[in-house]
């Protein structure tokens, strides 16, 4: 300890904010604190957890402060007896004297969350025992287990237990005091023990926060942590402003009596002489002979590749590169790392589990593509190695590896597996209290009105996917100033602003981290036992443990980070695959029969090997048809496809790169020079093929390292550092780059001129400048898509419905996609509803049709939908997962199952445990029309529920119990329960229940009946409006059903809303202004029926819709020319009784003013022919009316006359 003579006091029990939701002291304020108060040393002892050890040491020696590593830590020091409820720990506080201390530290701190998961954080005695070594105890002060057994009266065990632990410890323990101005009615036991015992005596504050003035939100802070409030008189944690970081001053005035406690302080800080620090990175031995191996398998799987792929250059080219990468990789140290990586995607692919082709700078390796990590040959994208990993930069490579999502973890467990489980760990994240959370909080605990404090919250801008911070937000929103303006009579009577309190507090708070959790893919490998390099942690969702250290410090620690990424759409590709070989195809035919393409031999269902330049393909990219394409789904990206009209892979990889804010103003140039609108830009013949592929652009880092190498003669490694430097605007970097560019321009005949011109290029392209390797890597992706929508669409779609399955949203897209006819841009194929006797419990393909899946329905499981699919088919065995076949099953062969469909709704109580299946996901099914094959009226379904559940719960009793009736099989003997009679719902019910269980309307729309009124109304329909908008504004109007309305408040105050709604040909959203918002605020809730008159605009090929005026369909209905109706009815004369009853009875209960004249038709094989009668009088005519009279038995067609 060295910087400040004669210290008087240090601080060795600090709470940062990692003690989350407890500690209020920033980290990065705490060695100014130190060296402010004139301290050469502090010590860092967050609550059961050193989750900033490393960070904490670096930072506060960078200040020349000597950091003390501690820990906080709870005791389990008086077990309760077995049977007992868990009696509360109590803290002590751990300090690493020495290296073997801080070892010790970290066993500890795996012990608190590795071996009592079940438990709060704790350790036992002995526990600390086992890892003493090098570790001084301080016994824990007034609160420590000392303390609280004194304070119940328990002084011999209170004494055991310090006996106990001076036998641990010996001149490292040291008795705790403290004085923070309350009562301390243990201080003299631990006085009088520590002198009769002859343990020295240590003095602390315990600091939550760093002044008085933090003290309030910090109490706010712990009644988030606790959801409690903070005026409530209910016992609840609180702490005084005396937990401040105190000078050294003030606690020697508080300990006069007790100066020796103030000196220990000193005494123990200069006994803590070890610091954390960094290793380099470590890694498990792969093979005894490293280099050696990465050559062989290198050198094989090359050869395996040029086998069977077209090659982009001549073999001796890619041996040339193959040989030069391998020199980097062996003179860098990293053959090792390659090989991991190498053996777990090697393991996972034998499997059949789904692996990207790519992600990131790795694709540029070929040594990655020899080994089956990566599936991008870069010699045919033009993909630099350098940029992945730079002999003349060392850093360690990092693959990001994509794994479908299903099966990500089985991959892990290999690892670990492999490796062994204590070798194998996640990476902690943690989770900050941001502003607009720190708001809603906040105001929760103050006791506020929560619709209040949401408004509030609301008001914070968001820049990005962040909200901005509460000051920023005061300055920039007028409403939150006067939210939180204190008035003058306020200020006279003393009063606060109960807003401007919350925002004071907020604001201190805002920042502080809230949560740990798990980073989502990151996974470490050790060559030892983890808990020896890092402090582990676990995550109560999770059965792996994780780091302390976040995924910086971490890698800081020497440990190596391994991405295990799951990526949605390579799930979705597998589904569509196996769907496709269920139908008994192979990838390369069509469902026609069509071959696509010639596979080579062994690859015929794989996905990497399709050809890349399918004519399907690209007309699905040039005609915008990208719904559920990867990449390429947003209405901005739809827009420059239309515009480019991709041709190549290659379109598509500077489509990725350049739809992203900066690059993405160059895409209208690259459009134009593409269909020859423009001409392209030269720059100098020495790079103008560099260019080539982007139409003249500089799109990718990659272009900028080749210009650098071929204008300035720089090595491509140069060249990166180069790149780098550039596109993160390290000016002193720039600066002593640029002389050397320059120099190397003129040794190439390259005047200055042009020279400077070219720099100011790539500086201000490499600024944005995109990595071509994950471009390209993505587009291949993306492709793979594309290919299979056009070749494959239903089994794509299903796939891709599947992995929404739970999202009604997305799926209300998508079934629109498939259902829209080819001419407005689908798919127009069709939709089988939800079926008992034909869905599965996830969306399927038979003949050719989408089978829509049980397991979609809202509030419906895909589990308890197995159990309705397993007794269909009369076997245990579930339907196949995504990516794997199931047994017994062929691959490429259709699925052969003995099925017997149910034939009534009792054979289906019988054979499914309704019980087990849920009432609710039963009513979803009723809801949804799946028993319309053994009971098309749906009421009735409904109605019976509860009598079928009885009556399956007394039959699946009976087997489990293995009770066997006289009659044959349990149950046969139960009598059938009697359902209730009932009239079904009317068509426009029906669709309003189908609704609520499906989330959108899939068998008909509820406007189907209105449009022939409305089209004498000249009411336009969606598709209708998209078609003619095309040619310019128009002032139209559009019938709809509002599915929601979202108000919002423009910056002047005025309320608006956004409005979605549908009609019979698709779903849309429209803008509706406070003047209409407030004359038809009634008319527009959920549900209602509308009529719109609308501004319509096409902005880059996006319909904009602005409400003008808003009626109810009923009034637009009523008020449209008088018509008839002409009913054809067939069956002869039973089919007019139901017919001629609900003439009569709509005729008296309605009072509508439409009436006409009704005209039924006969029809009849026992008719000469069609015969035509008129009814006497006028019926109401609407389309409600007409929907009744479609659904009656006999009606085959009701039209208007």
Not at 36 to 49: C, E, K, Q
Not at 472 to 488: F, G, N
Not at 856 to 879: F, H, W, Y
Not at 903 to 925: H, I, Q
């Amino acid at each position: 300890m060295s910087g400040m003579a004669d210290p008087r006091f240090i601080h060795l029990r600090v709470h940062t904010e990692y003690s989350l939701l407890e500690g209020a002291l920033r980290l990065g304020e705490l060695p100014g604190l130190a060296a402010g108060l004139g301290m050469p040393a502090v010590a860092v002892t967050d609550t059961n957890n050193m989750f900033c050890a490393l960070e904490a040491a670096t930072k506060i020696a960078g200040k020349g402060v000597q950091p003390i590593m501690g820990c906080q830590v709870d005791l389990m020091f008086d077990p309760a007896p077995p049977g007992e409820k868990p009696r509360a720990p109590a803290p002590i506080v751990l300090l690493a004297q020495t290296e073997a201390g801080y070892e010790c530290l970290m066993r500890l701190n795996s012990c608190l969350y590795l071996e009592r998961p079940d438990m709060v954080p704790q350790v036992t005695v002995e526990e600390l025992e086992a890892f003493s070594d090098g570790l001084i105890c301080l016994t824990g002060g007034p609160d420590g287990p000392i303390g609280r057994l004194v304070a119940a009266g328990q002084e011999a065990k209170a004494e055991a237990l310090l006996d106990r632990l001076h036998g641990i410890y010996g001149d490292r323990l040291y008795v705790e005091l403290q004085r923070h101005r309350q009562p301390e009615p243990t201080e003299r036991f631990h006085v009088e023990a520590a002198y009769a015992k002859g343990l020295p005596l240590v003095a602390t504050n315990d600091v939550y926060f760093k002044d008085a003035g933090m003290h309030a939100a910090h109490d706010a802070l712990l009644c988030i942590a606790e959801g409690a409030y903070v005026d409530q008189q209910a016992p609840r944690r609180r702490v005084t402003p005396e937990h401040r970081f105190k000078s050294p001053s003030e606690m020697a005035a508080l300990f006069a009596d007790l100066p020796e406690a103030l000196e220990n302080t000193v005494e123990i800080a200069r006994r803590c002489a070890f610091k954390a620090y960094g290793r380099a990175p470590i890694l498990p031995k792969f093979a005894d002979d490293e280099v050696a191996e990465l050559r062989r398998q290198s050198v094989e799987g090359l050869k395996a590749r040029l086998a069977v792929i077209p090659h982009a250059a001549p073999v001796e080219e890619y041996e040339k590169r193959l040989d030069y990468e391998l020199g980097i990789i062996e003179g860098m140290g990293f053959p090792g790392y390659f090989l991991i990586v190498a053996d777990f995607i090697k393991w996972a692919k034998e499997q059949d589990i789904p692996v990207g082709p790519g992600r990131g700078s790795g694709a540029g390796s070929l040594v990655a593509y020899a080994l089956t990590i990566t599936d991008l040959d870069p010699l045919r994208y033009g993909l630099l190695f350098e940029r992945f990993l730079n002999p003349e930069r060392v850093s360690m490579p990092d693959f990001d590896i994509d794994f479908c999502m299903d099966r990500r973890e089985e991959v892990i467990r290999y690892v670990q597996g492999k490796y062994g489980r204590d070798k194998v760990g996640q990476i902690i994240t943690f989770g900050a209290l941001l502003s607009k959370a720190a708001v809603r909080d906040v105001g929760r605990v103050l006791g506020m009105p929560y619709g209040q404090c949401d408004q509030l919250s609301k008001m914070i801008p968001v820049e990005g996917v962040k909200p901005v911070s509460i000051t920023k937000a005061l300055a920039e929103e007028p409403r939150l100033r006067e939210a939180a303006r204190e008035s003058d009579q306020d200020r006279r009577e003393g009063r606060t602003n109960p807003v401007a309190r919350l925002l004071d507090f907020a604001e201190k708070l805002e920042g502080l981290l809230r949560n740990a959790s798990t980073h989502a893919a990151g996974v470490v490998i050790g060559d030892r036992p983890l808990d020896r390099l890092v402090p582990l942690y676990k995550d109560p969702r999770s059965d792996m443990p994780a780091t302390q250290f976040n995924m910086k410090w971490v890698e800081k620690a020497g440990l190596v980070k391994f991405d295990f990424l799951g990526l949605k759409t390579l799930t979705q590709v597998v589904d569509a695959v196996r769907l496709i070989r269920e139908q008994g195809r192979d990838l390369h035919v069509a469902a026609d029969g069509r071959v696509i393409y010639e596979p080579f031999e062994g690859t015929e269902n794989d996905i990497n090997a399709i050809p890349l330049d399918d004519p399907g393909a690209y007309r699905v990219y040039a005609s915008a048809q990208t719904v559920a394409v990867f990449q390429v789904e947003s209405t901005g990206m739809m827009d420059a496809l239309r515009r480019m009209k991709p041709t190549c892979i290659e379109d598509i990889v500077a489509l990725v790169a350049l739809y992203r804010p900066g690059p993405m103003e160059n895409i209208p140039k690259y459009c134009e020079v593409k269909n020859g609108l423009s001409a392209r830009d030269k720059l100098h013949p020495l790079i103008d093929d560099i260019l080539d592929e982007t139409q003249g652009i500089i799109v990718y880092q990659e272009q900028v390292m080749e210009i650098a190498r071929k204008l300035a003669g720089y090595s491509l490694g140069g060249a990166d550092l180069l790149r780098r430097a550039m596109g993160k605007k390290i000016q002193a970097e720039m600066d002593a780059q640029k002389p050397i560019f320059l120099e190397g321009c003129a040794k190439n005949g390259v005047d200055k001129k042009k020279a400077e011109e070219v720099w100011a290029l790539l500086d201000k392209f490499a600024n944005y400048g995109f990595n071509k390797s994950h471009a390209a890597a993505y587009a291949v992706v993306s492709y793979q898509t594309a290919w299979l929508k056009a070749n494959h669409p239903v089994e794509f779609m299903a796939g891709i419905m599947n992995s929404d399955i739970h999202l009604t949203d997305k799926l209300a897209v998508y079934a629109e996609e498939v259902r829209k006819s080819k001419e407005r841009g689908g798919l127009g194929l069709e939709i089988v509803p939800p079926c008992i006797n034909r869905s599965e419990a996830k969306f399927t393909v038979k003949d050719g049709q989408l089978i829509y899946a049980l397991g979609a329905l809202k509030n419906v499981g895909v589990d308890a939908m197995e159990l309705i699919v397993t007794a269909r088919r009369g076997t245990s065995r579930p339907g196949p997962r995504a990516g794997a076949s199931s047994d017994g099953e062929v691959p490429g062969q259709a699925r052969e199952t003995a099925e017997k469909p149910f034939s009534t709704l009792y054979d289906f109580a019988r054979r499914v445990d309704l019980k087990r299946v849920g009432k609710r996901p039963l009513e979803m099914l009723a809801r949804a029309g799946a028993f319309d094959q053994i009971d098309s009226n749906r009421a009735r379904v409904l109605d019976a529920l509860d009598a079928l559940v009885g009556y399956s719960a007394a039959i699946h009793e009976q087997r489990a119990s293995n009770q066997v009736s006289l009659f044959g099989e349990a149950g046969e003997d139960l009598p059938e329960p009697r359902l209730a009679t009932r009239d079904d719902w009317l068509p426009a019910e029906r669709l309003a229940e189908e609704f609520k269980a499906i989330g959108f309307y899939l068998s008909g729309h509820p406007l189907d009946d209105y449009m022939p009124a409305l089209k004498r109304q000249d009411v336009l329909t969606l598709a209708q409006v998209q078609e003619l908008t095309r040619q310019g504004p128009r002032l139209v109007k559009m019938a709809g059903i509002v599915a929601s309305r979202q108000e919002r408040k423009s910056a002047r105050g005025n309320r608006f809303a956004f409005l979605q709604a549908s009609d019979p040909s698709g779903g849309y959203e429209c803008m509706v202004f406070s003047d209409t918002l407030d004359a038809s605020r009634q008319h527009l809730e959920t549900g209602c029926r509308v009529l719109l008159q609308v501004e319509a605009t096409q902005e880059a090929d996006q319909l904009k819709l602005l409400a003008r005026s808003v009626t109810p369909m009923d009034e637009a209905v009523e008020a449209a020319p008088q018509i008839g109706l002409r009913i054809f009815v067939e069956g002869g004369p039973d089919a007019l009784a139901p017919l001629s009853g609900l003439l009569e009875r709509v005729s008296s209960e309605t009072k509508a003013r439409g009436r006409g004249p009704v005209h039924l038709c006969l029809l009849g094989e026992d008719l000469p022919g069609e015969v035509e009668m008129l009814l006497p009088g006028e019926y109401p005519v609407n389309p409600q009316i007409k929907g009744a009279l479609r659904s009656l038995p006999g009606v085959a067609m009701v039209e208007e006359v």
